[in-house]
Nanobody, 125 residues
Framework: VQLQASGGGLVQPGGSLRLSCAAS????????IGWFRQAPGKEREGVSC????????YYADSVKGRFTISRDNAKNTVYLQMNSLKPEDTAVYYC???????????????????WGKGTLVTVSS
């Protein structure tokens, strides 16, 4: 069972990136998939999550209106579209699998089932 986040990079403020979370060894559509991020010197923060049926979607206040989470079950991949990026979005982003979105919303990272390797997003001019 493995999760792999990709799509990070260096982008200027106001720019966009799309992160991907691909799974191997299990089907993502059976799980709640979320994103955490950790900026240098800061605690890990729950950013967004999407339930298996897509009837529950969560965004942290800091990204609401700028980030969009979606899933493509045929590709066994979850995406995080990030627009209007700000320097404070700079962090390592991790995708996770869990059984409920409250794990992400409440930063309950000890309740995460699986963590993917992170991908670094740097927003800087």
């Amino acid at each position: 069972v493995q999760l792999q986040a990709s799509g990070g990079g260096l982008v200027q403020p106001g720019g966009s990136l799309r992160l991907s979370c691909a799974a191997s060894g299990f089907r993502l559509d059976y799980y709640v998939i979320g994103w955490f991020r950790q900026a240098p010197g800061k605690e890990r923060e729950g950013v967004s999550c999407i339930s298996s049926s897509e009837d529950s979607i969560y965004y942290a206040d800091s990204v609401k209106g700028r980030f969009t989470i979606s899933r493509d079950n045929a590709k066994n991949t979850v995406y995080l579209q990030m627009n209007s990026l700000k320097p404070e979005d700079t962090a390592v982003y991790y995708c996770v699998s869990t059984d409920r979105c409250t794990v992400v919303a409440e930063n309950d990272y000890y309740a995460v089932d699986y963590w993917g390797k992170g991908t670094l997003v740097t927003v800087s001019s």
